[in-house]
C-alpha cells in the first residue's frame, strides 16, 4: 500500500526544480541528486525519442553515477538547456572527476511542445540553469516545467486533447531503513490516460466533449496518417524519472527503469506508439539500504502509473486546451 507521508517530497537527498513559459507554453524540469549523483539507467521505448546522453546509462558504459536528469520542453531545440545544468553543476563542482576537472553527466531527455505555444522560443542554458536554481525537496505539479505544453490524447489533434503536465507519486519502500522511491512523470502522451479503474481519466473528445476511446476509434476505422501532421499529433512523449534513496546497482536501475514501463502501459492506452518517444529514467543514491531489483521494479511500476494519473488531475488549463478541472470532476 502506499503509504499517506511523507506526500509529494523527494527521497532524502533528491531535488526537483522547473522553469516555465506559460506564453510561449514550454519549460523543462530538473532532477537533481546527491552532490556525489546517483547510480542511473534509462529505459526507452516508442518511435520518437528525443535524448542526450542516454548510451552513458548502459550498464555496459564506465559511468557509474549521473549528476542530474533534464526533462525539458521544446523538442530537441530543448536539449540545450543541459548545457545550463552542466554550468550550474561545474559551478558547484559536481561531476565526473578527470585530470582536466569535473565534468557533470547529465542525462536529458524531450517532449514536443512546439505547436502549442511559440515555436521560436524553448529552453536553453539560462533556462536549464533557472531550473536548478529552483530546486527543491517539494516540487512544483502541474501544469509546470517540461509539462507546462503538454496534454493527452490527440486522436483528433491538439484540439480535442485534455491538457495535463507533471504529476508525482511516492512510498515508502518495504525494508532498507525507512527509504523511499518516487515518481516524477511528464505526460505528453498521444494517447488516453486510463484511470484505476480501467475508464479513460482524460483522453481525445468527441463532438459531445466525452471521451471517445483512442483504441476504441483505431480499431473501428480506419486513421489517415497524413491528417496526423495536419493536426498536431505528431511529436508525443510521456517522461518519468524515478528516484530512491535506497540502494540499487546499474544493472538493478536498469531492471526498474524497464520494469516501470509496465506502469505506463496501465496508465497509457495506446502507449510507445510510432509517435511517441517515451523515456524512464531511474537513480538511486544508496543513501540506505539496498533493496532488490525485482521489489524496487514492482513498485516502481506502480508509482509510475500513479504519477502519469496525477499529472492529468493538477492541470490547468492552457492554449485553448482544457484540463480535467474546467471539464469537470472525474
Not at 518516487?182 to 486510463?194: K, M, Q, S
Amino acid at each position: 500500500m502506499t503509504e499517506e507521508a511523507p506526500k509529494e517530497e523527494l527521497p532524502d537527498g533528491f531535488t526537483a526544480g522547473h522553469w516555465t513559459d506559460r506564453e510561449a507554453a514550454t519549460g523543462c524540469t530538473v532532477v537533481l541528486p546527491p552532490p556525489d549523483g546517483a547510480v542511473a539507467a534509462a529505459d526507452v521505448r516508442g518511435g520518437g525519442p528525443g535524448t542526450r546522453e542516454i548510451e552513458l546509462l548502459n550498464p555496459l558504459a564506465n559511468a557509474q553515477a549521473v549528476h542530474a536528469v533534464l526533462l525539458t520542453g521544446g523538442s530537441a531545440f530543448g536539449l540545450a538547456a543541459a548545457d545550463g545544468v552542466m554550468r550550474w553543476l561545474e559551478e558547484r563542482e559536481r561531476g565526473y572527476a578527470t585530470p582536466g576537472g569535473v565534468v557533470p553527466l547529465v542525462p536529458a531527455a524531450v517532449v514536443y511542445d512546439l505547436v502549442i505555444g511559440d515555436p521560436d522560443r524553448r529552453p536553453g542554458p539560462d533556462e536549464g540553469y533557472a531550473a536548478c536554481e529552483a530546486a527543491r525537496p517539494e516540487p512544483d505539479l502541474g501544469s509546470v516545467g517540461a509539462g507546462t505544453g503538454a496534454a493527452v490524447g490527440k486522436l483528433f489533434g491538439r484540439p480535442a486533447a485534455v491538457k495535463s503536465g507533471v504529476g508525482f507519486a511516492v512510498q515508502h519502500v518495504p525494508g532498507p531503513d525507512g527509504a523511499r522511491m518516487a515518481a516524477l512523470a511528464v505526460v505528453n502522451a498521444f494517447g488516453d490516460v486510463i484511470g484505476a479503474d480501467g475508464r479513460v481519466l482524460a483522453g481525445t473528445r468527441g463532438s459531445d466533449g466525452g471521451f471517445v476511446g483512442t483504441t476504441a476509434v483505431m480499431r473501428k476505422r480506419p486513421i489517415e496518417l497524413p491528417s496526423f501532421k495536419r493536426e498536431g499529433v505528431v511529436g508525443n512523449t510521456t517522461l518519468v524519472c524515478l528516484t530512491t534513496d535506497a540502494a540499487l546497482d546499474k544493472p538493478g536501475c536498469g531492471i526498474v527503469s524497464k520494469m516501470a514501463q509496465a506502469g505506463m502501459a496501465r496508465a497509457v492506452d495506446p502507449v510507445h506508439s510510432a509517435v511517441d518517444g517515451d523515456v524512464v529514467f531511474c537513480m538511486a543514491s544508496g543513501a540506505r539500504g539496498e533493496i532488490q531489483p525485482l521489489v524496487a521494479g514492482v513498485i516502481a511500476a506502480a508509482l509510475t502509473a500513479e504519477a502519469i494519473r496525477d499529472a492529468c488531475r493538477r492541470a490547468t488549463g492552457l492554449a485553448g486546451i482544457p484540463a480535467l478541472a474546467e471539464l469537470g470532476a472525474r
